[in-house]
């Protein structure tokens, strides 16, 4: 699944290149380097890579969101570039329309222990899903079939209480931070200077560097 995540990401970020593409880019690349450290990381956080990996890339992301599918591959291959090096933290900011029942179908895989396959499994699938700029979480489910995720329990914790406030609490830390479109970056708290693939490999080997 990985490895056709990471073709469609190639060509795409290839067009979005050459083209000049600039439709995701968001404020918060624009703002001052400083930023609210207590705004960047919550505990229902989902995070992959070692706990104390001297670089952290926190990740607001929408799973309706094409560039954040297309990006995703190209951060796990920088997390292969730097080998324990790397954490990755996602934040939920579900900016498209029913973005926010996709979003709560993930932190409810997450209190399964499922996120990541679901997310890949959500990715795969977002242009059936996902389209015109508006979500369908009715089409999503047949997607988490193979993710082999407790389907009772999940449509049950989708409306749980911590759900929703785990969603809350993000989109409250993305209005902290500035960021109004996804995907956004911030590496060891560095927000981009702008938005790009080439910016955010910049961003992170100059992390790498200097925590060596």
Not at 75 to 88: H, T
Not at 140 to 148: A, C, G, T
Not at 167 to 179: F, K
Request: charged share 20%; proline share 7%.
């Amino acid at each position: 699944m990985l490895a056709s995540l990471a073709l469609l990401a190639t060509l795409a970020v290839v067009g979005w290149l050459v083209f000049g593409g600039q439709g995701s880019q968001n404020s918060a690349g624009t703002q001052s380097a400083s930023v609210d450290p207590s705004a960047l990381i919550r505990p229902h956080s989902p995070t992959e890579g070692k706990p104390e990996a001297p670089v952290v890339i926190v990740e607001f992301f929408d799973p309706a969101c094409g560039t954040c599918r297309m990006f995703y591959p190209e951060v796990k291959a920088l997390m292969a570039q730097y080998p324990d090096r790397i954490r990755l933290v996602l934040r939920y900011a579900p900016f498209h329309q029913g973005s926010d029942k996709v979003v709560a179908v993930l932190e409810a895989a997450r209190r399964q222990g499922k996120f990541w396959p679901a997310l890949e499994a959500m990715f795969a699938g977002q242009d059936d899903w996902a389209s015109n700029h508006t979500a369908k979480v009715d089409l999503v489910w047949k997607y988490l079939e193979p993710v082999s995720l407790n389907m009772e329990q999940l449509a049950f914790d989708v409306t749980a209480p911590e759900v929703q406030q785990a969603i809350a609490q993000d989109m409250r830390d993305a209005n902290t931070l500035g960021v109004s479109q996804t995907p956004e970056y911030f590496v060891n708290g560095k927000p981009l200077p702008s938005f790009g693939l080439a910016q955010l490999k910049q961003l992170v080997a100059d992390e790498v560097a200097r925590t060596r």
